[in-house]
């Protein structure tokens, strides 16, 4: 999910990739930047960058997390010192584990306990505080993302409060052509959405597709057309 958005935002953004590691951040930042202008030439207005993590949120008015679970509410606490109400924090975080051949939505765990009533968005905002945490892109395919030459005809559940981070979140979703941000509810409803990834997933192990994602369209019966 990481490189997909990086991929795509830099079409008009300045994103800034974060590791523990410069050397790995540099590493990745020149790797995305080389396929992005690639892609882009002469259109791409933004740029691709590595930092550590804890020289982010200076930089940036958005925080995207797109960790794996396990590291997620660890890597947030190096952070959230550096962060301010200004900013906004975006989880993309997706809990889930696999049990056999199918995927299963699996709590995260902190302090060695599963958070079985926590989505990983409503932990990220217990962390950070009174800074404002939207929930958003886990439906969409990352191999998507990625493959530029893609048209992501394709929706994003967005959950969360915070009208100023809401419009952030929806802003940046309409950068990337063809998605469109649905809101669906406070940060609470982030779990239902969290989990429809998984479901997916399997959706497409059982039946044989290639990346199934969500778009919501209205149903029309046919006697109500009629009418």
Do not use: C
């Given at each position: 999910?990481?490189?997909?958005?990086?991929?795509?935002?830099?079409?008009?953004?300045?994103?800034?990739?974060g590791s523990r590691r410069?050397?790995?951040?540099?590493?990745?930042?020149?790797?995305?930047?080389?396929?992005?202008?690639?892609?882009?030439?002469?259109?791409?207005?933004?740029?691709?960058?590595?930092?550590?993590?804890?020289?982010?949120?200076?930089?940036?008015?958005?925080?995207?997390?797109?960790?794996?679970?396990?590291?997620?509410?660890?890597?947030?606490?190096?952070?959230?010192?550096?962060?301010?109400?200004?900013?906004?924090?975006?989880?993309?975080?997706?809990?889930?584990?696999?049990?056999?051949?199918?995927?299963?939505?699996?709590?995260?765990?902190v302090g060695g306990k599963?958070?079985?009533?926590?989505?990983?968005?409503?932990?990220?905002?217990?962390?950070?505080?009174?800074?404002?945490?939207?929930?958003?892109?886990?439906?969409?395919?990352?191999?998507?993302?990625?493959?530029?030459?893609?048209?992501?005809?394709?929706?994003?559940?967005?959950?969360?409060?915070?009208?100023?981070?809401?419009?952030?979140?929806?802003?940046?979703?309409?950068?990337?052509?063809?998605?469109?941000?649905?809101?669906?509810?406070?940060?609470?409803?982030?779990?239902?959405?969290?989990?429809?990834?998984?479901?997916?997933?399997?959706?497409a192990i059982l039946n044989?597709?290639?990346?199934?994602?969500?778009?919501?369209?209205?149903?029309?019966?046919?006697?109500?057309?009629?009418?």
């Amino acid at each position: 999910m990481g490189k997909g958005l990086a991929l795509r935002w830099a079409l008009m953004h300045d994103v800034w990739l974060g590791s523990r590691r410069i050397e790995k951040a540099e590493a990745v930042s020149r790797e995305y930047e080389s396929v992005a202008r690639g892609f882009y030439g002469n259109r791409m207005k933004g740029s691709i960058k590595g930092v550590v993590n804890t020289d982010i949120p200076p930089l940036v008015e958005v925080v995207v997390l797109t960790l794996p679970p396990k590291h997620a509410i660890e890597t947030v606490k190096t952070i959230k010192d550096k962060l301010t109400s200004q900013h906004v924090v975006v989880s993309v975080i997706v809990p889930m584990a696999r049990e056999e051949k199918l995927f299963t939505y699996s709590p995260v765990v902190v302090g060695g306990k599963a958070a079985y009533e926590k989505s990983a968005a409503e932990l990220v905002a217990e962390e950070v505080g009174n800074i404002p945490v939207v929930s958003a892109f886990q439906t969409v395919p990352a191999s998507y993302l990625r493959d530029l030459d893609s048209v992501l005809n394709v929706d994003v559940l967005v959950s969360g409060q915070d009208e100023h981070a809401l419009q952030t979140v929806a802003r940046m979703t309409h950068d990337i052509p063809n998605l469109r941000a649905l809101r669906v509810g406070p940060l609470s409803t982030s779990k239902m959405v969290e989990s429809i990834t998984p479901l997916l997933i399997n959706a497409a192990i059982l039946n044989n597709l290639k990346d199934p994602s969500i778009r919501i369209v209205p149903w029309f019966p046919s006697d109500f057309a009629e009418e």
